[in-house]
């Protein structure tokens, strides 16, 4: 018993020690210091906690994979869709007889982000209109989107959002190609990542006139569309119209 326990409390740290070796070797990010000192802090402190708590350590042969270590992680956020889920339902009332084409005929591209609340910051009601969302909130790679939107469901109005403090601003395609491949050298299967452009942008407003212009200029997005570009500020709320 005393041996497994050992090995368990071995294997947690030495999990801990690959993951602030990964951060260490990531690349340096262009833009947003602040996001760069809190990155650094981050990566310090867990090394420090590391070699505090275990400096015996050593690298195990019966350690995980990488790929066995990212399914180890917490990952625990579905435990609590089910509860969620039945009070969402308990106020549900008429909105499964909603009809499947937006009522406002709009569209909205925006990013990820986990700070963006689309319909809590325009007022926008289930029902209403599409969001597609990706990182950066990409006018390109939701163009497969917006066609089924016009052709099959009526849209015919596209707002742009993109935002402050995005995460698109700090880095670049060649920089992460190099850090998912860095991730496990040892899987071929990894140089895929090659093939994707991951559509990194430097400056906030230009991105936004870039997104709006593509569109506007796109032989597949319907005649006639209206396109606004927007930019929503994450310290405040308030967004601001660009195009």
Same mark, same amino acid.
């Given at each position: 018993?005393?041996?497994?326990?050992?090995?368990?409390?071995?294997?947690?740290?030495?999990?801990?020690?690959?993951?602030?070796?990964?951060?260490?070797?990531?690349?340096?990010?262009?833009?947003?210091?602040?996001?760069?000192?809190?990155?650094?802090?981050?990566?310090?402190?867990?090394?420090?906690?590391?070699?505090?708590?275990?400096?015996?350590?050593?690298?195990?042969?019966?350690?995980?994979?990488?790929?066995?270590?990212?399914?180890?992680?917490?990952?625990?956020?579905?435990?609590?869709?089910?509860?969620?889920?039945? +009070?969402?339902?308990?106020?549900?009332?008429?909105?499964?007889?909603?009809?499947?084409?937006?009522?406002?005929?709009?569209?909205?591209?925006?990013?990820?982000?986990? +700070?963006?609340?689309?319909?809590?910051?325009?007022?926008?009601?289930?029902?209403?209109?599409?969001?597609?969302?990706?990182?950066?909130?990409?006018?390109?790679?939701?163009?497969?989107?917006?066609?089924?939107?016009? +052709?099959?469901?009526?849209?015919?109005?596209?707002?742009?959002?993109?935002?402050?403090?995005?995460?698109?601003?700090?880095?670049?395609?060649?920089?992460? +190609?190099?850090?998912?491949?860095?991730?496990?050298?040892?899987?071929?299967?990894?140089?895929?990542?090659?093939?994707?452009?991951?559509?990194?942008?430097?400056?906030?407003?230009?991105?936004?006139?870039?997104?709006?212009?593509?569109?506007?200029?796109?032989?597949?997005?319907?005649?006639?569309?209206?396109?606004?570009?927007?930019?929503?500020?994450?310290?405040?709320?308030?967004?601001?119209?660009?195009?």
């Amino acid at each position: 018993m005393q041996v497994l326990s050992r090995r368990l409390y071995n294997g947690g740290f030495n999990h801990l020690k690959s993951t602030s070796h990964l951060l260490r070797k990531a690349p340096r990010v262009v833009g947003h210091p602040a996001l760069t000192r809190s990155c650094s802090v981050a990566a310090a402190k867990l090394s420090e906690d590391i070699d505090t708590k275990s400096p015996a350590l050593a690298d195990d042969p019966t350690a995980p994979s990488p790929s066995e270590r990212l399914h180890d992680t917490h990952m625990s956020a579905y435990k609590d869709f089910t509860k969620a889920n039945e +009070r969402y339902v308990a106020s549900f009332g008429e909105k499964g007889k909603l009809p499947l084409p937006p009522a406002k005929k709009l569209l909205i591209i925006t990013c990820m982000d986990a +700070r963006i609340n689309v319909y809590a910051e325009l007022g926008i009601q289930e029902g209403e209109a599409h969001i597609v969302r990706n990182a950066g909130g990409d006018a390109k790679e939701a163009l497969r989107s917006i066609i089924i939107s016009q +052709r099959l469901l009526g849209t015919r109005e596209i707002a742009v959002f993109h935002h402050t403090g995005c995460g698109m601003v700090t880095f670049n395609t060649p920089q992460l +190609r190099k850090l998912v491949k860095d991730s496990d050298p040892s899987n071929p299967a990894l140089n895929a990542v090659d093939e994707i452009d991951f559509h990194e942008f430097n400056g906030l407003e230009e991105s936004v006139k870039a997104d709006v212009k593509f569109l506007q200029e796109n032989p597949l997005v319907l005649p006639g569309t209206k396109v606004t570009g927007w930019v929503y500020e994450v310290e405040t709320g308030k967004i601001r119209q660009i195009v």
